[in-house]
T-cell receptor
Framework: DAGVIQSPRHEVTEMGQEVTLRCKPISGHDYLFWYRQTMMRGLELLIYFNNNVPIDDSGMPEDRFSAKMPNASFSTLKIQPSEPRDSAVYFC????????????FGEGSRLTVL | AQKVTQAQTEISVVEKEDVTLDCVYETRDTTYYLFWYKQPPSGELVFLIRRNSFDEQNEISGRYSWNFQKSTSSFNFTITASQVVDSAVYFCALSEADSNYQLIWGAGTKLIIKP
């Protein structure tokens, strides 16, 4: 399997613009997680899905953030409108089990909002 | 209160030295899991090991070994005969049954192996 695939790898945008990050989990994995990593706050769980259904979105910063999983092989994380403080690396991960299991991470999407 | 503490922000050693990365956790749960992940300069996090709270046996995998001690709430990670390729940020994490197994991450330890 190719692993978790994220796109784009790098995105530079201007404040106020819409940003869409994409993730393709490993086939057969029932759980998908979106994380954000910054120097100041470390790794933060934003939201996770089980069988395409959002289970816990308590980590989503505010209404500007939304995540969808229309099918088992695709998820998006959208920021609208983006702000400079959203600059971070966004990781998608998938797993067979909940957090008792191993998470397989993508390479991340580095977002810079000017 | 921090549930997973990695007190060492950065460690620098010369190649071939042994190095231990500390991880101290806090939980009242009797059922929990502990993890180590590696984040090399390329960025993606890579799973290294998972231990459950009922298994205190130490584990060895090649040059890597883990020491799980419930008495001190620690899950330390030792690299023997370190190599430059071991340079990375290493994260310890905890998941508890009471928290629906959400991963709680430590702040990470940056390990620099000098040639």
């Amino acid at each position: 399997d190719a692993g978790v695939i994220q796109s784009p790898r790098h995105e530079v945008t201007e404040m106020g613009q819409e940003v869409t990050l994409r993730c393709k989990p490993i086939s057969g994995h029932d759980y998908l997680f979106w994380y954000r990593q910054t120097m100041m706050r470390g790794l933060e769980l934003l939201i996770y899905f089980n069988n395409n259904v959002p289970i816990d979105d308590s980590g989503m910063p505010e209404d500007r953030f939304s995540a969808k999983m229309p099918n088992a092989s695709f998820s998006t994380l959208k920021i609208q409108p983006s702000e400079p403080r959203d600059s971070a690396v966004y990781f998608c991960a998938s797993s067979l089990e909940t957090n008792t299991g191993e998470l397989f991470f993508g390479e991340g999407s580095r977002l810079t909002v000017l | 209160a921090q549930k997973v503490t990695q007190a060492q922000t950065e460690i620098s050693v010369v190649e071939k030295e042994d190095v231990t990365l500390d991880c101290v956790y806090e939980t009242r749960d009797t059922t929990y899991y502990l993890f180590w992940y590696k984040q090399p300069p390329s960025g993606e996090l890579v799973f290294l090991i998972r231990r459950n709270s009922f298994d205190e046996q130490n584990e060895i995998s090649g040059r890597y070994s883990w020491n799980f001690q419930k008495s001190t709430s620690s899950f330390n990670f030792t690299i023997t005969a370190s190599q430059v390729v071991d340079s990375a940020v290493y994260f310890c994490a905890l998941s508890e049954a009471d928290s629906n197994y959400q991963l709680i991450w430590g702040a990470g330890t940056k390990l620099i192996i000098k040639p």
